[in-house]
């Protein structure tokens, strides 16, 4: 039942809100809860589609760049997020989630040092980012960097990252 009424709004809504004359607003929100609900089910290509569609309509869903970054990562094309989550970035300078996005899709392609500098980023800007020093410190041990790579995962436990404590404790080392 619940897929046979998200059919019925993906395959007719863009005609009813036409035929109606909604305005703007109405269609973009409209466009944004298709985007929402393609991302869920996991139609990400539709879900960038109708994110692009309901920001060009009405600009107040400045989200939409790290939600489209988003659905690029869950359909694994990493590369294609990135201008996205720079887009956001260009919008909210001091976001600590585009740095922080910014930064895992660099990690997820491999580019560890540039991943490490988005990291840095967000520490800047909240030195208590205790997922940020978490990932400088897996990307320090991709790189073999061991005691940048501890330095960085005792700051993570000493903010209360449990699953790190534990791995600290496992490997004798005390933060």
Same mark, same amino acid.
């Given at each position: ?7 019925? !709004? /993906?395959?007719?809504?863009?005609? !009813?809100? %036409?035929? &109606?004359?909604?305005?703007?607003? &109405?269609?973009? @929100? ?5 985007? !929402?609900?393609?991302?869920? +089910?996991?139609?990400? #290509?539709?879900?960038? #589609?109708?994110? @692009? %569609? ?5 600009? $107040?869903? $400045?989200?939409? *760049?790290?939600? +489209?970054?988003?659905? *690029? ?6 590369? #294609? ?5 720079? %887009? ?10 585009? *740095?922080?996005?910014?930064? $895992? =899709?660099?990690?997820?392609?491999? #580019?560890?040092?540039?991943? +490490?500098?988005?990291?840095?980023? =967000?520490?800047? +800007? ?14 320090? /041990?991709?790189?073999?960097? %061991? ?14 990252? *449990? ?7 496992? $490997?004798?080392?005390?933060?």
């Amino acid at each position: 039942m619940k897929y046979l009424v998200l059919s019925f !709004l /993906f395959v007719f809504t863009p005609f !009813l809100v %036409k035929s &109606q004359g909604a305005d703007d607003k &109405q269609t973009a @929100l409209i466009y944004y809860n298709i985007a !929402l609900s393609s991302d869920k +089910i996991g139609n990400y #290509e539709r879900a960038v #589609e109708y994110f @692009l %569609k309901a920001y060009k309509l009405d600009t $107040n869903y $400045n989200d939409v *760049y790290n939600r +489209i970054g988003n659905s *690029y990562c869950k359909a694994l094309r990493y590369s #294609e997020a990135l201008p996205y989550f720079e %887009k956001h970035l260009k919008m909210f300078p001091d976001s600590t989630e585009s *740095y922080m996005n910014i930064g $895992n =899709t660099y990690y997820v392609l491999g #580019e560890y040092e540039k991943a +490490i500098q988005y990291y840095e980023k =967000t520490v800047a +800007i909240d030195p208590n980012h205790k997922t940020a020093y978490r990932n400088m410190g897996n990307s320090y /041990f991709k790189i073999n960097n %061991k005691e940048k790579y501890l330095e960085f995962f005792k700051k993570a436990a000493q903010l209360g990252d *449990y699953e790190i404590q534990n791995w600290l404790r496992a $490997n004798d080392e005390k933060w």
